[in-house]
């Protein structure tokens, strides 16, 4: 399973310089620090090889986010106990999908995404690749 095709990637570099911004600390107590001036940098890549490298699911207690709905979709019962799914997954964009068969280390871009509203009932792997494929940049990738 993959997606083929053009798209446009953004990713971040440091410029080197520094500017000043003000933070809460954990005491409540504000603080004036350095951080670096990042630059937005996009790339587009032609006839490329997008894949789901790795899915980490996490399961979690909530204690107050149940949620129930009856046959017409209105909210019968709320804030309960309940178990929720979170899914993590990366992404590899590959000039092709031969050079991502002889290393899979060998992208031109990387990035970590998150599913949203997860259905445990159906295939994450298909999920997760239907969700990047609402991306801006991702939305001209087709199923290989």
């Known amino acids: 399973m993959a997606l083929i095709g ?4 953004v990713s971040r570099t440091d410029t080197g310089e520094k500017e000043q911004q003000e933070v809460q600390l954990p005491d409540g107590t504000m603080e004036i620090i350095d951080v670096p001036v990042l630059e937005e940098v996009t790339k ?22 149940g949620k129930e709905f009856d046959s017409e979709g209105n909210i019968t019962k709320e804030n309960f106990a309940a178990k929720n799914s979170a899914i993590h997954f990366h992404v590899g964009v590959y000039k092709d999908k031969e ?3 002889a290393d899979q280390e060998d992208f031109v871009h990387w990035e970590a995404l998150n599913l949203n509203d997860v259905d445990l009932n159906k295939n994450i792997y298909s999920q997760c690749y239907d969700q990047i494929k609402t991306y801006e940049g991702y939305k001209n990738l087709i199923n290989d």
């Open 44 to 65: 587009e890549h032609t006839n490329c090889y997008v894949v789901v490298k790795q899915i980490e699911m996490i399961n979690f207690w909530c204690s107050d986010c």
């Open 99 to 101: 050079t991502r068969d």
């Open 6 to 9: 053009n798209c446009i990637t």
